[in-house]
């Protein structure tokens, strides 16, 4: 083998460990497509949830439909990880500008490991400021 081909084959072997999404980008993806049932299925029983104004403690099922309603009325058409905090094994944070038909939003989850599975134990959607 060639010295030429070498960082070739070696990029070949670095590249599954770069493409391995974890669980913060995993809920990106799912809030840019604005899949609300999907994003639940990470919800802890209980959320802390803050949309705009409102805010409160509410089930897995009652904050999927709050954020089914904002999907609904805020169509997604992109979404930008501005800030992720995944050092400890045991909480994740995540802070995404979503862009939608209506404008921007800023979107932040912490997430919390509960058994082998990271949960959204707090999510916060507000207005952007720019």
Same mark, same amino acid.
């Given at each position: ?18 493409? +391995? !999404? ?9 809030? #840019?497509?604005?899949?609300? *049932? $999907? %994003? ?19 089930? +897995? !099922? ?9 999907? #609904?009325?805020?169509?997604? *058409? $992109? %979404? ?51």
């Amino acid at each position: 083998m060639k010295l030429r081909q070498l960082p070739i084959l070696s990029l070949l072997f670095l590249l599954p460990a770069a493409v +391995k !999404a974890g669980p913060i980008e995993t809920i990106a993806e799912l809030i #840019k497509r604005g899949n609300a *049932h $999907e %994003v639940a299925s990470y919800f802890s029983a209980s959320v802390d949830f803050t949309m705009m104004k409102d805010a409160g403690i509410y089930s +897995k !099922a009652q904050a999927e439909l709050i954020l089914d309603k904002f999907f #609904k009325e805020h169509k997604p *058409h $992109e %979404v930008k990880l501005l800030h992720k905090v995944s050092s400890n094994a045991n909480y994740n944070y995540g802070v995404l500008i979503l862009s939608t038909d209506k404008g921007k939003y800023r979107v932040a989850y912490t997430l919390r490991e509960v058994g082998k599975m990271m949960e959204i134990i707090e999510m916060r959607i507000e207005t952007e400021k720019t």
